[in-house]
C-alpha cells in the first residue's frame, strides 16, 4: 500500500509562512506528478498547485500564483509547498495527492482531483487576521 504523509501544518497569523511537506512510503510506484489541493470547512475541495516528475514544470491557481512555490525534494516522492504572505482565505485543510497513472499526460488534467489516485491524510493550514 502507498502511504502519502503530510506535514507542516498550523497556525499563523496574516502575512506569515508555512512549508508543508509530503513523502510516499510503502511499495514503489510509477510516480508521474504530485499536487496539492485544500478543502475549506463548507466548500468543495480545490486545485493549489502541482508538480511534473518528469519536466518538473509547476501549476498554480490563480488564487496562490506569485505567493507559494511547489517543488521536488531531493528525496524521491517529496514535494514541498512553500506558502507566503498566506491570507485567511487560505485557511483550509491542505491534501497531498499522487498521479500513478499517467493521467496528467494531458496537461488540464493537473487541475482536476479525478487525475490523483493516492491522496494524504490532510493537514490544518489556519491564517488569522
Known amino acids: 500500500q502507498v502511504q502519502l504523509v503530510e506535514s507542516g501544518g498550523g497556525l499563523v497569523q496574516a502575512g506569515g509562512s508555512l512549508r508543508l511537506s509530503c513523502a510516499a512510503s510503502?511499495?514503489?510506484?510509477?510516480?508521474?506528478?504530485m499536487g496539492w489541493f485544500r478543502q475549506a470547512p463548507g466548500k468543495e475541495r480545490e486545485f493549489v498547485s502541482a508538480i511534473s516528475w518528469s519536466s518538473g514544470s509547476t501549476y498554480y491557481a490563480d488564487s496562490v500564483k506569485g505567493r507559494f512555490t511547489c517543488s521536488r525534494g531531493n528525496a524521491k516522492n517529496t514535494v514541498y509547498l512553500q506558502m507566503n504572505s498566506l491570507k485567511p482565505e487560505d485557511t483550509a485543510v491542505y491534501y497531498c495527492?499522487?498521479?500513478?497513472?499517467?493521467?496528467?499526460?494531458?496537461?488540464?488534467?493537473?487541475?482536476?482531483?479525478?487525475?490523483?489516485?493516492?491522496w494524504g491524510q490532510g493537514t490544518q493550514v489556519t491564517v488569522s487576521s
Open positions: 510503502g511499495r514503489t510506484f510509477s510516480n508521474y506528478a
Open positions: 495527492a499522487a498521479d500513478s497513472m499517467g493521467r496528467t499526460y494531458s496537461t488540464v488534467n493537473y487541475y482536476y482531483t479525478v487525475s490523483y489516485d493516492y
